[in-house]
């Protein structure tokens, strides 16, 4: 069956750095979906990719979507304080229609 | 207000028990998701529906059942055959767009222990 697979697990970044976390499905995804979770909430939406090739930007956060579409990315530029919690991709396939899974999440710490 | 509501918030069981997560959203989605999240985990899917009066299993749906006879509510219950029933659940909903689905919007999640 579909597995997402995010890396890293753990992220430690000094505020000011950048950091890229990166999700890899077994197979080709229709879209992916970006979510944060800030500790002790709940993922809340950040971004959808649809087409191969597609990259958005959210201020310093900029999202891509491979031309492959079996892997995504988000990369955060200047880090703050802010940018702490957990960040999941999400997938849906042609295959499962509906099944919305997840990754395993990259949470961030961000050290002043 | 419009958005997905979970009840309650905090939940405790005594082991052996059956108990149902409440999950119920006015925002007119079609679909609806049950997940899983353990400390320092990711969310795993336990059921999911995309219409009502249908659902299918997730990853993870034994010792779980749940039902979908109005669109706007999606209860879970965890059962006793369940081993290891303490975690944080969350539900969500979204809309379906052809094949695809938008975003999902989540509730404040259900923290259960089982005792």
């Known amino acids: 069956g579909q597995q997402v697979m995010q890396i890293p697990q753990y992220q430690h970044v000094q505020e000011g750095e950048d950091f890229t976390t990166y999700c890899n499905s077994s197979?080709?995804?229709?879209?992916i979906q970006w979510y944060k979770q800030r500790p002790g909430g709940h993922p809340v939406f950040l971004i959808q990719l649809v087409k191969s090739g597609e990259v958005k930007k959210q201020k310093r956060l900029t999202f891509q979507f491979g031309e492959a579409k079996k892997n995504s990315s988000l990369h955060i530029t200047a880090t703050q304080t802010t940018d702490v919690g957990t960040y999941f991709c999400a997938g849906l396939t042609t295959d499962s229609w509906g099944k919305l899974q997840f990754g395993a999440g990259t949470q961030v710490v961000v050290t002043p | 207000d419009g958005g997905i509501t979970q009840s309650p918030k905090y939940l405790f069981r005594k082991e052996g028990q059956n108990v149902t997560l409440s999950c119920e959203q006015n925002l007119n989605h079609d679909a609806m998701y049950w997940y899983r999240q353990d400390p320092g985990q990711g969310l795993r899917l336990i059921y999911y529906s995309q219409i009502v009066n249908d659902f299918q299993k997730g990853d993870i749906a034994e010792g779980y059942s749940v039902s979908r006879e109005k669109k706007e509510s999606f209860p879970l219950t965890v059962t006793s055959a369940q081993k290891n029933p303490t975690a944080f659940y969350l539900c969500a909903s979204s809309e379906r767009q052809g094949t695809m689905n938008t975003e999902a919007f989540f509730g404040q999640g259900t923290r259960l222990t089982v005792v």
């Open positions: 197979t080709t995804l229709s879209n």
